[in-house]
C-alpha cells in the first residue's frame, strides 16, 4: 500500500484527508448514525424514570440486555464476515436496522416496549460493528491504525455532540415545559431520530468499498474458536471482561446528574459536552497509541475511568457533573479507537473479523450483569457505593492489563 502509506505522512488537517477512501467514508456514516442516536439517548433516562416510572434496576436490565446482546451478536457478525470475506453487506443491514427500528420509541408507552425498542437497534450494533472495524483495520496501514480508528471514534462522537444539539432545539420546539416534557413530547422527538441514519445508508452503498486482504490459497480456514488465537490475546480478552464489569451503563452517569440538580432539558447539552471532550481526546489518543504504544494509552485511559466513577459517588452540585463528564471524555478518547488497534495489533488481517468479535463478546459477557448489579446496588444500597463499586473493580482490571504484552506496530 505504499500510496496510501506516502499519503498518510502530511501533516495538519491535511492528514485527515489524506486517510483512505474507506476510513473517511465509514467515518461519516458512523457521525451520522450517532447524530441519529444521540437525539435519543440523552433524553432516554428522564423519559424511562420521569415519564414511564422506571426504576434504576429497570434502566439498567434495558441498558444492560441491549448492549449485551449487541456485543454477542458481533461475534457472530464478525466471524461470518471472515467466511465470506464480505464485510460490507452487514454493515449496511446493522445501520439499516437501526433506521427502521428507531422510529417506534415514539409509540412506547411502557419501559417493556422500549427495551423490545432497544434490543432491535442495538441488535443492528452487533450486526455492523466488528465487520466496520475489521473493514477499517483493512484499509489502513498497520503504523497509522490508532490514527485511524482514533479518527473514527472521532467522528462518531461528533455526531454524539450534533444529535444533543437537536435533542435540545426539539424539546424546546416541542414541549409545553422544556423542564418536564409529556410522554407525546418525548415521542415526537423520538420520531425524528432516524433521519440522518438513513443518509448514512446512502454513503455505504456510494462510496464504501470491499477491502479484501491478501492470504494463501492452502491457509487454514477461518474458524469460530479461541484456537487459532494466542494466550495474550485470550488474556486480553479476560481483561476486557474484567473491566467491562465495572463498566455500567451511561445511563445512570445521566441519572445521577439529575439527582445533582441538573434539569431533564439541560441533558443533552450535558451530553454534549461530554462528546466535545471524546472528539478532541479519540484524535489524541488514536495519534498517542502510534507513537508510545497502545497499552500504557489504555491503562491511562481506564485509569481516568475509575477517578471519574470515585468522583461520581460524592457528587453534590451541578458543576461537579459538568466537571466530571468533561474528563469522563478523557477515558473515551484514551480507550475506545485504541483498544481496536490493539485487537488489529494482536492478530492477522485474515482474522480480524473474528477477533473483532470475540472481542466484543468479552465485552459482552459482563456488560449485562454490569449494568444489573450497578441498578441493584444502587436500589438496595445507594448511588455512591454503586460508583465506589465499579471503581474498584476497574483498578483490578487495570492490574490484569498489565500482564498483557504489547505488540510493536
Not at 506516502?6 to 484527508?17: D, E, F, H, N, V
Not at 437537536?166 to 424539546?171: E, G, M, S
Not at 477517578?307 to 459517588?313: E, H, I, M, P, S
Not at 488497534?341 to 454490569?370: E, Q, S
Amino acid at each position: 500500500m505504499p500510496d496510501t502509506t506516502r499519503k498518510l505522512q502530511t501533516s495538519g488537517w491535511r492528514r485527515y484527508l489524506a486517510l483512505p477512501p474507506n476510513v473517511l467514508a465509514l467515518s461519516a456514516v458512523s457521525l451520522l448514525n450517532d447524530t441519529s442516536s444521540e437525539v435519543i439517548y440523552p433524553l432516554l433516562p428522564a423519559f424511562l424514570a420521569l415519564s414511564l416510572g422506571a426504576s434504576p434496576f429497570a434502566i439498567g436490565l434495558i441498558e444492560g440486555f441491549a448492549e449485551s446482546t449487541a456485543s454477542l451478536l458481533k461475534l457472530f457478525s464478525g466471524y461470518l464476515s471472515d467466511r465470506f470475506k464480505n464485510r460490507k453487506l452487514p454493515v449496511f443491514v446493522g445501520y439499516g436496522l437501526a433506521a427502521v427500528t428507531r422510529p417506534f420509541l415514539a409509540f412506547a408507552g411502557t419501559w417493556p416496549q422500549v427495551l423490545l425498542v432497544r434490543l432491535a437497534d442495538r441488535a443492528g450494533k452487533g450486526i455492523r460493528g466488528a465487520p466496520r472495524d475489521a473493514l477499517l483495520a483493512d484499509s489502513v496501514p498497520e503504523r497509522e491504525r490508532g490514527f485511524a480508528f482514533g479518527f473514527n471514534r472521532a467522528a462518531d462522537n461528533m455526531g454524539a455532540v450534533l444529535g444533543p444539539i437537536f435533542a435540545f432545539l426539539l424539546v424546546w420546539a416541542f414541549a409545553a415545559n422544556a423542564n418536564a416534557p409529556t410522554i407525546r413530547e418525548y415521542q415526537r422527538v423520538f420520531l425524528f431520530a432516524s433521519i440522518p441514519v438513513v443518509l448514512g445508508l446512502l454513503v455505504i452503498v456510494f462510496f464504501v468499498r470491499e477491502k479484501h486482504v491478501g492470504e494463501h490459497h492452502d491457509a487454514e480456514p477461518v474458524r469460530l474458536s479461541l484456537t487459532g488465537f494466542d494466550g495474550n490475546f485470550k488474556r486480553f480478552l479476560i481483561t476486557i471482561s474484567l473491566f467491562t464489569l465495572s463498566n455500567s451503563t451511561d445511563a445512570f452517569l445521566l441519572l445521577r446528574a439529575v439527582q445533582a440538580g441538573i434539569a431533564p432539558v439541560v441533558l443533552p447539552l450535558l451530553w454534549m459536552v461530554l462528546n466535545i471532550s471524546k472528539v478532541v481526546f479519540s484524535l489524541i489518543g488514536g495519534n498517542l497509541s502510534d507513537k508510545v504504544g497502545r497499552k500504557g494509552v489504555i491503562i491511562a485511559g481506564w485509569s481516568v475511568y475509575a477517578a471519574v466513577y470515585l468522583g461520581f459517588a460524592f457528587v453534590t452540585a451541578p458543576w461537579q457533573c459538568w466537571a466530571l463528564f468533561v474528563i469522563y471524555g478523557i477515558y473515551f478518547g484514551l480507550s475506545e479507537g485504541v483498544e481496536k488497534a490493539f485487537v488489529a495489533d494482536m492478530v492477522t488481517p485474515r482474522k480480524r473479523g473474528t477477533a473483532f468479535g470475540l472481542y466484543n463478546l468479552a465485552f459482552g459477557i459482563t456488560v449485562f450483569p454490569a449494568s444489573l448489579l450497578f441498578g441493584l446496588v444502587w436500589n438496595t444500597v445507594g448511588a455512591p457505593t454503586a460508583f465506589i463499586a465499579s471503581g474498584a473493580v476497574s483498578l483490578a482490571a487495570i492490574g490484569l492489563l498489565s500482564t498483557v504484552k504489547a505488540k510493536k506496530a
